[in-house]
Every structure is written in C-alpha cells, then in structure tokens.
C-alpha cells in the first residue's frame, strides 16, 4: 500500500513539475529583433556617448542619448496606461573620485520602474549601458558608436520594457540604462546605492553587457552560445559566513550563483536550442561590468553576455589599420542573436516575477541520520502552491533533482545522506512560476 501511495505521490509531483506558462513562449516571440536594432541604430547615430562628451546637443553625445532614452520609455509607457515610472536618476562626479575622470560631470542613469502588484518593493533589474568609449577612454570628441559595447545591452533593456509591460508582475520590474560603466562603473554604484536607501528588496540584477555578436577573434562563428557570470559570494559575507562554509558548504552557492542557474534552467525550459553556458566567476578575466556595484552591496547580480567576442571592435577607434577594421559599428551586431539574448532576459523577469517570494531562513539538519531534515519560513504562504526541495551531487552545477511538496514548511527526506549531496528549497505558485532556489544558511542540531 505504501508503494502504491508513493508512486501515485511521484506521479502528482511529475506531473505539476511539467506545468508551463504559455505567456513566456508568447514572450520570447515577441521580442523583436527590428526594434532592437533601430534601438541601436539610433544609439549609436549620437556619434560617441562617452561619459564625458557633450549634453548641450540634441544630436550628439551622451546628453542627447539619455534623453532619447528616456523618451523612448515613456512612448512606451504610454502605450500601458503609464505603467512605467520613468526618471533620471543622477549623481556627479570630480576628476579627485578616479584616475579616469577628465573632468567633473553628471553621471544621470535612466530608470524605468513597472511596479508590481503584490510586492511593489521587490525588484528584479535589467540593465544595459549608455556609455561608449573610443581607443581612449577619456577621449570625449572622437566617433565611439558602441554599437555591442553597449547598445545591444541598452536597447535589450528598452525592448523587454516593451514586451513585459503588456503584462502585470507580482514584483516590480526595473528597466535602466547606466551611465558611466567605462570610467569605474559608477552608474551602477550609484544606483545600488539609491536601492540600499529606498531599502528596495532585489530578488536580482541581470546585466547585460554586450549581447550582439556572434563572430569570435577565436573564429568561431556562433549563434545559440551565451555566457551567464555569477560571482560564488559576494564580498559582504562576514568572517563568520565565510569560516561556516569550511563545515557546511556553500562555497559556490551565493546568491548571485542561484540567480545564474536560475536564469539557466529557465532557458533550458523554454529555448531549449539556445546554450546558456555558466561561467563560475565574477566577470571576465580582470574586467568588469555594472553588475559588480550592485555585488559590493550584496545584492544577488550576474552578467549576461556574448560567448565569442571580438577584441577588434571593442574600445577602438573605427579606422583600417594593417587591413584590419576597427571599431564598434553597427555592421557587426547580430540582430536574430540580440533578440534571443533579450527574450533569454524577458523570460527570467516574467518568472521571477510572478513567482511567490522565496523561503526564508531555510534551516537544514540530519548529522549522523540516515536523512535530512529542513524547516523554511514563508512570506505571503498563501501565495505558494508548494516548494521543491532540491538537491545536487557536490560537483555537479545545476539543481538536478528534487521532491515537490505542499502544505508543509519542513519536510524530512529519508535516506539520502546530507554529506553526499548539496541542498536548496524554492516556492512554487499557483501558474508553476518558481522563485529562486534558496541554499540553507540555518544548521539544526
Ligand atoms: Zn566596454
């Protein structure tokens, strides 16, 4: 009887497991790779948007794109009832804050908020980049159209604000075009410090820098690749945090990790054909982007970007040298792959944000037991369908198995040993939206 029980059990559970939002494949058509690029021909005709470079012109320069930004959110707000709340959110900077500031000047971020229903003070982020440089960064005169670098990543942020805001999310979502990236990331910086004040709950930042070619210096042509880089913790851990993970695990298990693998398993459901690829770092070999200042603050953030870039039209002067073309020009952008690394985006704010928040104080135990035991706290339960309670052989990156379970906030599972495995539990609601997987940070004796 117990057997008969328990399959019948796994049956429900598979089968809920396999719920699926058609919305999310309406989303990913939606994405449209002509408004992409007229995003980014228009962004990169301001001729250079260097941080420093001229604000008086309409027509030239990093005044003229903010405001062309900015307008283009609210054209798109006006077609959802003014759904978005859109504003410049701005800060100034001295040649005494960083070697690579010429002069002082504005540092204005343009922020589009659609606010959630149920937990307006919730946000999942996207941003992109206004800025663009030249061969020299502190050259503000020279043509740096930033066409990849980072237009692509700009108007992914203005086309999944057209697209999501024909729905209404649980959470809020936040749009924003960050300033001053190639100088010291300081749009970033200031607008994970404008959140810490609001006191903003970030479930996670998704940066996109760089999302348009497709042709490596490395000659590899391909289309489907992306990368997804997730620091392992972010630098706010405390000594205690960081001596518990000698005995308890978590050493790549940050918060910023669970929003790469959750981006990933999204892809995986719903663009099956794409080939989201983890990188288990920061950024880049000793670069960086804008989700780094949100990082430093603690908040969950990962880059998403490109998986073949070309060096040669990247911060260079457009100029052919040696036979070799130069610069980032528009020429080079793939659009089709533009709109697959946006939809990649769209798809994980529309679930993320329609998902019930996640557990709480996840508590693990089962020391010297044939099992494991776990006990979670929930905001909002009446908004959970039930949890998954995940677990992963020690090596492996992704959630690979779980149980599904309703009506409880602790569950024991018996015979699996917690030395053998790494654990995480997430909540499900009603439309089988998950929220990210938590990893335990409680130990029960
Ligand atoms: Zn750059």
């Known amino acids: 009887m117990k057997t008969i029980l328990t399959i019948v059990f796994l049956a429900i559970s598979t089968a809920f497991y396999g719920q699926i939002d058609t919305r999310i494949y309406d989303i990913v058509e939606d994405v449209s790779a002509e408004k992409l690029e007229y995003y980014v021909q228009n962004l990169a005709d301001f001729g250079t948007r260097n941080t420093f470079s001229e604000t008086e012109s309409d027509t030239r320069g990093i005044g003229a794109a903010r405001r062309w930004i900015k307008k283009e959110f609210e054209t798109i707000s006006s077609d959802c009832n003014n759904c978005l709340e859109v504003f410049f959110q701005s800060k100034t900077v001295t040649p005494d804050m960083g070697s690579r500031i010429p002069k002082t000047a504005e ?212 100029r052919v040298e040696s036979g070799i073309a130069y610069g980032d020009v528009i020429e080079h952008v793939n659009f089709d792959y533009v709109k697959k690394l946006t939809a990649v985006n769209a798809i994980s704010m529309a679930s993320l944000a329609w998902a019930p928040p996640a557990p709480s104080e996840v508590a693990i135990g089962g020391i010297v037991e044939p099992s494991v035991r776990f006990k979670w706290e929930q905001e909002n339960p009446e908004d959970v369908k039930g949890y998954k309670v995940y677990w992963r052989s020690t090596t492996s990156p992704t959630w690979d198995h779980f149980r599904y379970v309703e009506n409880v906030n602790e569950i024991t599972l018996e015979g699996i040993i917690i030395d053998n495995f790494f654990f995480g539990i997430s909540a499900v609601g009603e439309n089988g939206h998950e929220s990210v997987v938590v990893f335990p940070s409680k130990i029960m004796r």
């Open 107 to 318: 540092i204005k971020n343009v922020v589009a908020i659609q606010k959630g229903k149920k937990y307006p003070n919730s946000y999942v982020i996207m941003s992109g980049d206004i800025d663009s440089r030249a061969s020299d960064t502190q050259d503000f005169t020279t043509d740096a159209p930033g066409a990849n670098d980072n237009a692509t990543g700009m108007a992914g942020a203005m086309e999944a604000a057209r697209v999501l805001s024909q729905y209404e999310f649980d959470h809020s979502i936040v749009y924003v075009g960050l300033s001053g990236e190639e100088q010291g990331l300081f749009g970033g910086k200031f607008l994970a410090e404008y959140a810490k004040e609001k006191g903003w709950d970030i479930i996670g930042v998704l940066n996109n820098d760089m999302i348009g070619n497709i042709e490596g210096l490395d000659g590899v042509i391909d289309n489907r690749s992306f990368r997804i880089f997730s620091e392992a913790h972010n630098p706010t851990e405390t000594d205690r945090e960081r001596q518990m993970k000698r005995y308890y695990g978590g050493e790549v298990d940050g918060v910023s990790r669970q929003l790469a693998r959750y981006v990933y398993e999204t892809t995986q459901t719903y663009m099956p054909e794409m080939n989201p690829i983890m990188i288990y770092r920061l950024d880049r070999f000793g670069r960086g982007g804008h989700h780094r200042s949100f990082n430093d603050l603690g908040y969950p953030g990962i880059r998403i970007m490109e998986a073949h870039e070309n060096y040669n039209q990247q911060h260079q002067d457009v």
